[in-house]
């Protein structure tokens, strides 16, 4: 069955298609089923007419000869046995059969005596069933055809000089430059989507040659055809041209996946029918086997794609996603918000009147997405998956949460951000990872040395709560038991939290700041207390370095990607992980909780971004443009449309609902380490490596989207080229490479780093 959606290609069906050999040396390209078609049944019948005996032997012989001279020797044993014919027969017979051969027309050497040969069921003498049999199913082999035939060349020795399974390994170059030649010859709204068969089928071609120990064959084609691929496989071939072996090929997991997975392409039905009469004509059935056992051809109807729109969604280790893919439902909307009351604040609303009141409840809930009294339409149900509930502690910090966003900075393109940039200096420890707290009081870092070190950004000092000895004597009813339990002995600036045994790759504070998670090269995420400073429980689960670690918004549960090529989903009173979010064919190097908490998004090596539905742990997006690893994600506080930054330094935006990129963002001229909304979504804020912040206007590039256009039969848009009219300000650190970047309640921006001398 072939690997193409929309457009049904059973292999029986391509069988008919083929051209039939007629005795005279030419084809038959009408597909008649009647006379053409290579039946899976033997033939025993004996028709009308049939050759003579000696004819048929001489053909027999003919075809052994052929076999020897092109050194397939098992072939010629396994002939030879099941047509019950000696060395000493075929001796003679050639010889008698090159004598009798002189007096026809044919001529009396191998090739003439096979031009002779049909492959209908009209040829098989009633007096040798067994050899006419032997030689049809020579043809029914799954035989690569050459193409590019020359007049003088019977096409059955074509179909046998390929016998090898596998293909003849010389020929690769000209079933390549043969697909190559008739791309480039075809119109140019074909060119652009037949072009992106060239990297799989270039990469497929290649690992063949060399898992069947082809080196110098695979060689000389890796440096005839490596130079014709798209810039941004650079990176994937330089990988490539170190396998010379079929032994490197074992020690290489992600170019094991690409054989064994399928490379995704969108192609008009248009395009893809000139692909395949040209396969068809050709006879090019070494392609044609690449393309069905490791391609995946997802047609569409409608006008082909240019190349600008093929460009933004290629790039990934598999090819661009499965339309199908991305069309299940997903609930991006956010939960109700519980109904709190917020109490005025004498200090500063004195001056309001009564009516100010509502008015801030209002301004409150619009800034989170959120509907006083109506569900969003768009929200999973409130108990879709159980989440914890609101203690007095969660409620408190929603009320300070509520008054801080009355003071909330409205943002936009006159009205730019303050930015503050926190800077590590002497970080001889290497600084790998940054968080802070959501009401932005803690900071914490991971470190190269194996530590975690936590810092007070306001000037209340970090306390340990006091001991079980001194507790005992501590009245518990009275109003300020909370300050009571804290140990002023231990207070300081930073604290530093001593337990992994390798870097720490990831850090996220709980959203109460109860908690911090780290994960580490050690392969173990931990869970540390901000009251004791102690390391509560080491989560076991991943077999290797784990990348990166993000708490829920509603905390209790967190997520973890890592080398393994996985994400898995826990709960802090659980040991064990909840979901294993499986799919990517390369490290996750970032996770991310979507809003409500119903989702995490995924970022990986493999340049994409997978959406998982936590309830099933279900892949409900696959998001395919970026050129690069991901290594940052950011949800708009909306829930509605996601971004993410990779080495390649652009910022792309996409719709979660339609699963489809609506932006690219260009500028960065290093790898996008963060990324972060503000806290009304307005402006999108990205950090790099190369020592810039820049502010982009979020809004203006989601109102631009055309809606008309996801209805399109192509399933993409047309990117605004644009970008450079979306960038609101760049703002340069001396030396200093942006490691985080946070929106504090009032829209100030946070942003991390650590302090590059070289």
């Not at 109700?336 to 009147?353: Q, R, S, T």
């Not at 339409?377 to 008054?403: F, H, V």
Request: charged share 25%; hydrophobic share 35%.
């Amino acid at each position: 069955m072939a690997a193409v959606q929309d457009g049904p290609m059973e292999l029986d069906a391509e069988k008919e298609a083929k051209p039939e050999i007629l005795s005279d040396g030419t084809s038959n390209l009408s597909g008649n089923t009647a006379s053409g078609t290579l039946s899976s049944s033997p033939l025993t019948a004996a028709p009308a007419g049939g050759a003579p005996k000696m004819e048929d032997q001489q053909t027999l012989i003919a075809v052994l000869q052929f076999l020897k001279r092109n050194k397939l020797s098992e072939s010629v044993e396994i002939l030879r046995r099941e047509a019950g014919l000696g060395e000493h027969q075929e001796g003679s017979q050639a010889t008698d059969g090159s004598g009798g051969g002189k007096g026809d027309g044919d001529g009396g050497d191998a090739n003439s005596l096979l031009s002779r040969v049909s492959i209908t069921s009209a040829a098989a003498p009633q007096s040798m069933p067994v050899k006419s049999d032997c030689i049809i199913n020579i043809f029914r082999c799954d035989l690569p055809f050459m193409f590019m035939l020359s007049e003088d060349q019977p096409d059955v020795s074509v179909v046998l000089s390929a016998y090898s399974q596998q293909g003849d390994p010389p020929l690769y170059q000209v079933y390549y430059s043969g697909l190559k030649n008739f791309i480039e010859s075809v119109l140019d709204c074909h060119r652009a989507e037949l072009s992106q068969l060239f990297y799989p089928l270039f990469v497929h071609m290649y690992l063949e040659l060399v898992y069947n120990n082809h080196e110098t064959e695979a060689k000389a084609f890796f440096d005839k055809f490596s130079g014709d691929q798209e810039c941004y496989y650079q990176d994937d071939l330089h990988i490539l041209c170190g396998l010379t072996k079929k032994e490197h090929l074992k020690g290489n997991e992600v170019l094991l996946d690409f054989r064994t997975s399928r490379f995704v392409l969108h192609i008009s039905r248009d395009s893809y029918q000139l692909l395949k009469r040209h396969l068809q004509e050709r006879h090019n059935n070494q392609i044609w086997n690449i393309i069905q056992e490791h391609l995946y051809i997802d047609i569409f109807d409608g006008m082909p794609r240019s190349k600008s729109q093929i460009d933004s969604m290629s790039g990934s280790l598999a090819g661009e996603a499965k339309r199908e893919v991305n069309k299940a439902k997903v609930f991006y909307g956010l939960l109700k918000e519980p109904e709190i009351e917020v109490p005025l604040d004498d200090e500063d609303d004195e001056a309001e009147n009564e009516e100010g009141k509502p008015k801030k409840k209002k301004t409150k809930k619009d800034s989170l997405g959120s509907k006083s009294k109506k569900q969003d339409p768009n929200a999973p149900q409130q108990n879709r998956i159980p989440l914890p509930e609101l203690k007095d502690s969660d409620k408190l910090d929603k009320i300070m949460y509520m008054k801080e966003s009355t003071k909330r900075i409205r943002l936009g393109p006159e009205n730019l951000p303050s930015i503050c940039f926190y800077t590590f200096l002497n970080a001889f420890q290497g600084l790998t990872a940054v968080d802070f707290t959501d009401d932005s009081s803690l900071l914490a870092g991971g470190f190269a040395d194996s530590t975690v070190r936590v810092w007070s950004v306001t000037p209340k000092k970090l306390r340990k709560v006091k001991s079980a000895g001194e507790l005992n004597v501590i009245e518990k009813e009275s109003d300020d038991v909370l300050e009571r339990i804290m140990d002023e002995k231990t207070a300081s600036e930073s604290k530093i939290l001593h337990g992994h045994s390798g870097p720490v790759y990831g850090v996220s504070f709980s959203p109460d700041r109860n908690y911090l998670l780290s994960s580490s090269e050690d392969g173990t995420v931990r869970l540390w207390s901000l009251q004791t400073f102690t390391c509560l429980v080491g989560y076991k689960g991943h077999n290797y370095p784990v990348w990166d670690t993000h708490f829920s918004p509603f905390g209790y549960y967190f997520v973890s990607g890592g080398h393994d090529r996985v994400a898995r989903l826990w709960a802090t009173d659980h040991y064990q992980p909840l979901r294993i979010f499986a799919g990517h064919l390369a490290d996750v190097t970032c996770t991310r909780f979507h809003p409500n908490s119903n989702y995490v998004a995924t970022g990986s090596t493999d340049r994409t971004v997978r959406l998982w539905d936590v309830l099933n742990a279900n892949c409900v997006r696959i998001l395919t443009g970026h050129k690069g690893p991901i290594h940052s994600l950011a949800f708009s506080p909306n829930g509605k449309f996601l971004a993410s930054g990779s080495t390649d330094g652009r910022v792309l935006l996409w719709d979660i609902g339609h699963g489809l990129m609506i932006g690219e963002l260009k500028g960065h001229t290093d790898t996008i380490y963060a990324l972060k909304f503000s806290r009304d979504g307005e402006i999108l804020a990205s950090g790099s490596m190369d020592n810039t912040v820049r502010l982009w206007d979020s809004m203006k590039a989601f109102d631009e989207v055309e809606t008309d256009d996801f209805t399109a039969t192509t399933g993409h848009i047309h990117l605004p080229d644009n970008s450079q009219e979306l960038l609101l300000g760049m703002y340069h650190s001396k030396s200093t490479p942006v490691t985080h970047l946070h929106f504090t309640r009032r829209n100030l921006l946070l942003a991390a780093g650590a302090y590059n001398s070289q």
